[in-house]
């Protein structure tokens, strides 16, 4: 029985996640990579993303809450694993028990891990964190100090192995930032005053995806890109994907819903912001702002039809939203592309971050969890597995 088709898909080329991958090795020929698939590998979907990111040759992979993390290991995902955004009470033991590596920003942490592992029985992998001038999660340099201390005493003690040292940058994607010198110049002081404590760890690392790109001295042992894996430029700044050596890997597609005519005068959705100029011809596109479209791009947002680049006509809604045809007609069903790499003359999610007053990183994050992730090119085919031996 044939399937009912969606009415709103978002195609994820796994293929192109592979690519991007070998590219970011590419930059960072010397360093290790983490492919970071927090928030749901940026709304891509994290476990088939994570597998082929491994593929391609990432060696780690990284999320944001110990959560995301034990999904991982409870879909049999291997190799290192990281996660960094802890509160207290987590679920320190869980992690300790499935093998990730914890970050520790702050004394607190530190005890709770210790005793989490205590408690397990098993020495806890733990990565130390450095605020050096983000200014968001970390340990302040003053305290740094204290922090190893304690941690090499744990260490001593069998209750945690220090596997790591790392920081974020602030403004990796503002090329030439003097942040960006700035933080560098900490972030060796503070390894070399750990190092010299008497920490060996495994990794040393601040890059993310901005930095993996355009900052080489910044790659130490580990690179961490993020929205990069996925084919999304850091910025606009930066380039586009494609001057990066790098193709996103989503394409949100919707079936137009219904196609009528409509008079000269006529109100278009909530507020009646949008007036038909003239009789024409309007399409519902059954996609809204319950499924990620933003609704700070009405009026603005950008969709291929029928061939031609339309826009989005008055207000987004909450599950779906009208653009003027301009008089062609269309069938029921046809395809609405809103954003996708670009080949065809669609969209991109840079040009829906443009006119939502917003970055492409929460273009793709917010895509909800109703409209449903179809995966291309699920296994490497024996070109991709040629490709610099990297595909697994």
Same mark, same amino acid.
């Given at each position: ?39 749901? !590998?940026?709304?891509?979907?994290? @476990?088939?993303? /994570? =597998? $082929? %990111?491994?593929?391609? *040759? #990432? ?82 340099? !003053?305290?740094?100090?204290?922090? @190893?201390?304690? /941690? =090499? $005493? %744990?260490?001593?003690? *069998? #209750? ?82 494609? !001057? ?9 597609? $919707? ?99 443009? $006119? ?37």
């Amino acid at each position: 029985m044939n399937e009912t088709p969606p009415r709103v898909r978002a195609e994820i080329d796994l293929a192109a996640v592979r690519a991007n991958v070998r590219a970011l090795r590419a930059r960072a020929p010397r360093a290790a990579l983490m492919a970071v698939v927090k928030a749901d !590998a940026y709304g891509h979907g994290m @476990v088939p993303c /994570a =597998r $082929a %990111a491994q593929q391609a *040759g #990432a060696a780690w992979l990284g999320t944001a809450t110990p959560q995301e993390a034990l999904a991982l290991r409870a879909a049999d995902v291997g190799g290192p694993v990281m996660c960094w955004l802890w509160t207290p009470g987590g679920p320190w033991r869980e992690a300790v028990e499935a093998d990730v590596d914890v970050s520790v920003s702050g004394m607190w942490a530190l005890r709770e891990v210790v005793a989490a592992a205590r408690a397990a029985g098993r020495t806890a992998r733990i990565q130390l964190k450095a605020d050096t001038g983000l200014g968001r999660n970390g340990c302040q340099p !003053a305290d740094w100090p204290e922090l @190893v201390q304690h /941690a =090499r $005493a %744990a260490e001593a003690e *069998g #209750a945690v192995r220090v596997t790591g040292l790392w920081s974020h940058f602030a403004c990796a994607d503002e090329p030439g930032h003097p942040s960006i010198a700035a933080q560098l110049a900490v972030f060796q002081e503070l390894v070399a005053y750990a190092e010299k404590e008497g920490v060996d760890p495994e990794v040393r690392h601040i890059a993310n995806s901005p930095a993996t790109l355009t900052v080489p001295e910044s790659h130490f042992d580990l690179v961490r890109p993020g929205i990069a894996v996925y084919g999304v430029s850091p910025s606009p700044e930066l380039g586009t994907p494609a !001057a990066l050596g790098l193709r996103p890997a989503m394409s949100l597609i $919707a079936s137009v819903a219904l196609v009528k005519r409509a008079p000269e005068g006529h109100g278009v959705s909530y507020g009646h912001h949008y007036v038909t100029p003239t009789e024409t011809t309007l399409g519902l596109v059954p996609a809204g702002y319950a499924d990620g479209i933003p609704r700070h791009a009405s009026g603005r947002g950008p969709v291929l039809v029928g061939g031609k680049r339309r826009t989005v006509a008055g207000r987004v809604a909450m599950d779906q939203f009208v653009i003027d045809l301009g008089g062609d007609l269309l069938e029921p069903g046809a395809e609405a592309v809103l954003f996708g790499p670009g080949d065809r003359g669609e969209p991109t999610a840079e040009d829906w971050a443009q $006119a939502a007053d917003t970055i492409a990183y929460e273009i793709v994050t917010r895509i909800g969890s109703r409209v449903p992730r179809v995966y291309l090119n699920e296994r490497p085919d024996e070109r991709e597995r040629g490709a610099n031996g990297a595909a697994q």
